[in-house]
Each structure stands twice: as C-alpha cells, then as structure tokens.
C-alpha cells in the first residue's frame, strides 16, 4: 500500500510540517543590534544555531548577507 509523504507515521509525527511561528505576543529583537521590531510582524531573517532561533533585522542581515548565505555563525561575523 503506497502512502503519500504527508500522511506517513502519523502516529509519532513524522512526515508532517513542523510549525516553527512565534507566538503572536512574542516580541523580535534583533540578535545582532538589538532593535526590537514594531507591529506588525516583520519578515527577518532566522537562523538556527546551536539549537537555538536568532532572529535578524532587515539591515543586519543586508550587512551581513554573504556570511549568512555562506552558514557561519553569527559569532562570526
């Protein structure tokens, strides 16, 4: 019996999309220069390091586009 990606073990989860949203009341502070961001909610970027979500501005993230494309950490750069 064949089944579709999506529908796999569904039982533990597997083969479904992960929500990774914030929660709505949940601010964004930038993790380079610490600008907090104003509603509504902006498209940062977000990078996965260590396990852990950063969240960069607009501004950060043009400034430092090349490290980001090339997966540095932000410890880095």
């Given at each position: ?29 930038c993790a380079r220069c610490g ?43």
């Amino acid at each position: 019996m064949d089944q579709r990606p999506e529908e796999a073990d569904t039982a533990t989860g597997r083969g479904q999309a992960e929500d990774h949203r914030m929660p709505a009341g949940e601010q964004l502070v930038c993790a380079r220069c610490g600008i907090t961001a104003a509603p509504p909610r902006p498209t940062w970027t977000c990078s996965v390091e260590n396990g852990s979500r950063h969240y960069f501005c607009d501004d950060c993230s043009r400034e430092h586009l090349r490290a980001i494309e090339s997966r540095l950490d932000s410890s880095w750069w």
